[in-house]
């Protein structure tokens, strides 16, 4: 395989890549604001965090620089502690025992 067809095939899929995390962004979005109950909007926002996460990681690397990932990184870290207490907040009531 050629690089420039190489480079073109990345290119493609990157972008394609893109639209379908903003499409399950969106997807996510909706079930977050007409969620019935208050699980199924935690895991909406559990879901928005990680495709946030990874389109973050795809314009990395699409662009080529290392800022976009230690981004990720972040989003995913406070991500992760916000569903956590937010999922102890629902079962127990209570988030700091």
């Known amino acids: 395989m050629s690089p420039t067809l ?10 394609l890549a893109q639209i ?4 399950a962004m969106g997807c996510a979005c909706t079930r977050a604001l007409r969620g019935p ?14 495709n946030a996460a990874m389109l973050l990681l795809v314009f990395g690397i699409r662009t080529g620089t290392t800022h976009y990932f230690e981004a990720a990184l972040l989003i995913s870290l406070l991500g992760f502690a916000a569903t956590a207490a937010l999922s102890k907040f629902l079962m127990r009531g ?3 025992e």
Not at 6 to 15: D, E, Q, R, V, Y
Not at 38 to 49: E, G, P
């Open 94 to 96: 209570e988030v700091i």
């Open 6 to 15: 190489a480079w073109a095939l990345l290119s493609w899929s990157l972008l």
């Open 37 to 50: 109950r208050a699980q199924d909007r935690v895991l909406a926002l559990d879901t928005m965090y990680v």
């Open 20 to 23: 379908l995390l903003v499409a």
